[in-house]
């Protein structure tokens, strides 16, 4: 199975600290998508890249937030000085822009717990 | 700005009883839309792609339809394993660079009662 991946899983850190987190999407697809989640609420787009150029970032993103995506491959997403109000699922996807359909693929989540 | 609503938020249905969730959506111009499943703990999991108004898809006891306004997912049949929270989302047309972006609607969880 080469679905999209997400590590780590659970993260769990202290207010203030710094976090990361990785995406390895589905090797043939070029676009890659950042979501947040939390409970009983529909994932919100963060970030976007197409090929390893963000084009797209959500006035969620705060500075705290920084997105990388080197040599257009896997993506980490960094939270600088955690709060407790970050806490939530964080989803990655990934997609083809070649034709069409456009639909996205989703990996399995980190779940972060900010005490 | 775009907007996608789900309804009912939660649905409870015994084993064999069907039913119908909708997605109400208010956008610009419409790219698609798109159907999800999500289990507890999990990543939304693809199920459907609808583009123009009358466009209908199926898969096993599901099917998906949209008009201008709204879309339904019919389910046919419930068994225990279909219950699950079940998102809509919408991709809209921009102009210039584009944007492929989902706005995702809050959900509607299903609870099939054997």
């Known amino acids: 199975d080469t679905g999209v991946s997400q590590n780590p899983r659970h993260k769990i850190t202290k207010r203030g600290q710094n976090v990361t987190f990785r995406c390895d999407p589905i090797?043939?697809?070029?676009?890659l998508y950042w979501y947040r989640q939390t409970l009983g609420q529909g994932p919100e787009f963060l970030t976007y890249?197409?090929?390893?150029?963000?084009?797209?970032k959500s006035r969620l993103l705060s500075d705290r937030f920084s997105a990388e995506r080197p040599k257009g491959s896997f993506s980490t997403l960094e939270i600088q000085r955690t709060e407790q109000g970050d806490s939530a699922m964080y989803l990655c996807?990934?997609?083809?822009?070649?034709?069409?359909?456009?639909?996205?693929?989703f990996g399995p989540g980190t779940r972060l717990t900010v005490t | 700005e775009d907007q996608v609503t789900q309804s009912p938020e939660a649905l409870r249905l015994q084993e064999g009883e069907s039913s119908s969730l909708n997605c109400s959506y208010t956008v610009s111009g419409l790219r698609g839309l798109f159907w999800y499943r999500q289990d507890p703990g999990k990543g939304p999991e693809f199920l459907f792609t609808l583009y123009s108004a009358g466009e209908e898809k199926e898969k096993e006891r599901l099917k998906a339809t949209l008009t201008k306004k709204e879309s339904f997912l019919h389910i046919t049949a419930p068994k225990p394993e279909d219950s699950a929270t079940y998102l809509c989302a919408v991709q809209v047309r921009h102009s210039g660079a584009g944007s492929y972006q989902l706005t995702f609607g809050k959900g509607t969880k299903l609870s099939v009662i054997p």
């Open positions: 996807a990934s997609s083809s822009s070649r034709g069409g359909p456009y639909e996205q693929y």
């Open positions: 890249f197409q090929n390893e150029a963000q084009l797209e």
């Open positions: 090797s043939e697809h070029n676009r």
